[in-house]
C-alpha cells in the first residue's frame, strides 16, 4: 500500500477546473 500527502495547493489545483496546473494536478489525485 502506497501513501501519498498532498498539500491544499495540489488539491485546490486538482479541483478547480480554471486552475492554471489543474491538468497537472488531477491526474495525481485520481491516482489515489
Given at each position: 500500500?502506497?501513501?501519498?500527502?498532498?498539500?491544499?495547493?495540489?488539491?485546490?489545483?486538482?479541483?478547480?477546473?480554471?486552475?492554471?496546473?489543474?491538468?497537472?494536478?488531477l491526474?495525481?489525485?485520481?491516482?489515489v
Amino acid at each position: 500500500m502506497k501513501k501519498f500527502l498532498f498539500d491544499t495547493s495540489t488539491l485546490v489545483a486538482a479541483l478547480i477546473e480554471s486552475h492554471p496546473k489543474q491538468t497537472l494536478a488531477l491526474p495525481w489525485l485520481q491516482r489515489v
